[in-house]
């Protein structure tokens, strides 16, 4: 037989120790108040997305605007008339070397090209610094003087909208550190490079050297 108990009857039941133990096992008001931690901040690219609309609708990487390593913004459409090479570096990569390359070949076609750097950590957590800490890196190690801009996400539904449109136009993100884009002098992305092909190489070189494109060339196949 199944005996029912009041409600009266189990506050009779429950007195003594049985009840304190209850009463106890309680939570207060205070203790079931949720514990609020401060949200990391994330680039916050919202300024960006009339822009990143604008370039897909005019093919051009003109429309972007992005912040540079010490914060303040870059045009780049300045930089008309130029090829560009976007690279997202590391400092703690395999590939980290390559700044010594990057240098090289700003300074071999000055006048022509433009390296753009943007720091990136979602490769294996190779670029963990601040700022202030990429800038000395980079000038200490390598001398660096072509621009470097502020870290960001290159891949991912996080990334930047500028290596949103990058791989909207070239179907290729970056796979690791130290892949490249070449864009041409009227903004048009080129082509893509995997992070194996050194800025010095003869097939960088060859397309750096060719004249003004009249289409994009076809991404090669990835073999990392």
């Not at 079931?32 to 916050?44: A, G, I, S, Y």
């Not at 992305?189 to 190489?201: A, D, G, I, T």
Request: with cysteine.
């Amino acid at each position: 037989m199944v005996r029912l108990f009041s409600p009266l009857a189990l506050g009779l039941a429950l007195t003594g120790p049985a009840l304190v133990a209850c009463q106890q096992s309680t939570p207060s008001a205070a203790s079931t108040e949720m514990t609020t931690h401060p949200v990391p901040e994330k680039p916050d690219y919202d300024a960006e997305t009339t822009a990143d609309a604008t370039a897909s609708a005019d093919g051009s990487v003109y429309a972007f605007t992005v912040n540079g390593l010490d914060g303040k913004p870059v045009t780049l459409s300045q930089y008309k008339g130029k090829k560009m090479l976007i690279v997202n570096t590391a400092s703690e990569c395999g590939y980290t070397p390559q700044y010594k390359g990057l240098e090289e070949l700003s300074k071999a076609r000055a006048g022509r090209l433009v390296v753009l750097g943007f720091p990136c950590n979602q490769f294996g957590g190779q670029e963990p610094g601040t700022a202030a800490q990429i800038a000395s890196f980079c000038e200490k190690n390598y001398g660096v003087t072509f621009p470097l801009m502020e870290k960001v996400e290159v891949k991912g539904a996080g990334a930047a909208p500028l290596f949103q449109y990058l791989k909207t136009t070239t179907g290729t993100e970056p796979t690791w550190n130290f892949c490249k884009y070449l864009v041409d002098e009227n903004g048009t992305v080129l082509r893509f490079y995997p992070s194996k092909v050194e800025p010095m190489s003869a097939e960088l070189l060859a397309d750096v050297d060719k004249g003004e494109s009249v289409g994009a060339i076809p991404t090669p196949p990835e073999s990392e």
